[in-house]
């Protein structure tokens, strides 16, 4: 029998100059750059440029990028009819995946894929999911629409689109940490979706749309969400030993740890660790943090499994005030960066993927 890779767990398939996830040194390089440093001091808005071009912005580059993700914030009527008609029991990620697919519908530019014209849809992408996402949680809320407000950066007017108040500065900073630490992670099962879609020559959105779907399950991106349903349904530090004792037993997968590539621990969790910290003091929030704590101390000694970046983002999404099933749709807001690079880099080199399968049914057969 051929040697399966399961899972193509292992495998190389392509080449990228967009991100380097190294293992061996627990490192993330975007662009050459470790993500750590782009954390540190860059907006979300410089880490998005340096994605798709390669090289961080000039001055001017970054004040034109800046008018123009500004420019394309506000929820187009025919989006904002498309999001009404989706029931509040819907899960949020089919909300965004349709609203992400009615605005590729609208788009004049949908099928030019000249690359002038898939940046200009990556950019557009990038403005308008964030109204989308603060919609949906204030309609969900019985709340009306909060208009952008262009006097405030990509971070700062997220906040205020979903909750109609100025964020405080520590809210910001966090929020715009989570967004440059969840934009990109090299061929990751959505960003590979967005791939295989492209190499057909299909177009941007429809990538875009393909890659939503595979971010959703609980495996990947679904796991942010997943995490807060567990330390919810343990209650408390004292009883998340018994709880992971129980849990492994089932022989359940503990949702915010693991991970396909590092197996010493995920290279972006002490940067949202920190980041998470701040925001427990800032909402004196000891208890989350003894749960968190003894959770991942637990699975450590039983399992030698560490956390990934869901596992200190889920609970940093409910401090800063989003409801649980919204944490995914802005793992999307971040990640649309990342797939759509990956798109355009696709395109310029492509080549049809279309792996081999060992077929295991029944030998040749003919009917009676
Ligand atoms: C941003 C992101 O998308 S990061 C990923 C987010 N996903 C999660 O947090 C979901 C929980 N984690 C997992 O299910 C896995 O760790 C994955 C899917 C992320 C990676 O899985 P794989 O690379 O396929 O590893 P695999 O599932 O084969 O795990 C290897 C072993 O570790 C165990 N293991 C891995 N992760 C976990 C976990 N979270 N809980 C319990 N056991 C686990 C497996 O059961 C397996 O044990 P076995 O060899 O005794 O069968
Ligand atoms: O790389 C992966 O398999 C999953 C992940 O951490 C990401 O997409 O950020």
Not at 2 to 28: H, R, W, Y
Not at 97 to 118: F, I, K, N, Q
Request: hydrophobic content about 45%; glycine content about 6%.
């Amino acid at each position: 029998m051929t040697d399966i890779k399961k899972g193509l767990a292992g495998v190389v398939v392509d080449t990228t100059a967009i991100s380097k996830v190294n293992p061996e040194t627990n490192s993330l390089l975007y662009r050459g750059y470790p993500v750590q440093e782009l954390a540190a001091g860059r907006s979300f808005e410089e880490v998005a440029w340096l994605l798709w071009h390669g090289e961080l912005p000039t001055p001017d580059e970054l004040a034109g990028f800046e008018k123009a993700e500004r420019a394309g914030r506000a929820l187009a009527p025919h989006v904002k009819a498309a999001i009404d008609l989706t029931p509040v029991t819907s899960h949020p990620m089919d909300v965004v995946r349709t609203a992400v697919s009615v605005l590729g519908a609208g788009d004049p530019r949908a099928e030019d894929s000249s690359p002038e014209a898939e940046l200009a849809k990556a950019v557009s992408l990038f403005a308008a999911v964030p109204a989308m996402v603060a919609y949906d949680q204030r309609r969900r809320r019985g709340q009306e629409l909060v208009p952008p407000r262009d006097d405030l950066d990509y971070s700062q007017n997220f906040l205020w689109m979903t909750f109609g108040e100025e964020a405080t500065p520590t809210a910001v900073d966090v929020f715009r940490i989570s967004m440059v630490l969840y934009a990109e992670h090299s061929f990751n099962a959505s960003t590979f979706t967005a791939r295989v879609v492209t190499s057909t020559l299909s177009d941007l959105h429809s990538a875009v749309v393909a890659a939503i779907g595979a971010l959703k399950g609980p495996l990947h991106g679904g796991a942010n969400e997943a995490v807060m349903h567990v330390f919810d349904e343990i209650g408390g530090a004292d009883r998340a030993e018994a709880w992971l004792d129980r849990a492994l037993a089932e022989k359940r997968k503990i949702m915010g740890f693991g991970h396909r590539v590092y197996k010493n621990g995920d290279s972006r969790v002490p940067t949202m660790k920190a980041a998470l910290d701040r925001l427990i003091a800032e909402h004196r929030a000891q208890e989350l943090l003894a749960l968190y704590e003894t959770l991942a101390t637990a699975m450590d000694a039983r399992k030698s499994i560490k956390p990934n970046l869901d596992y200190p983002s889920g609970p940093a999404y409910r401090l800063l005030g989003f409801d649980t099933e919204m944490f995914t749709p802005l793992f999307v807001a971040s990640r649309v960066t990342g797939w759509t690079a990956h798109i355009m880099e696709q395109r310029a080199a492509n080549a049809l993927i279309r792996p081999l399968s060992e077929y295991v049914g029944p030998e040749e057969r003919h009917l009676p």
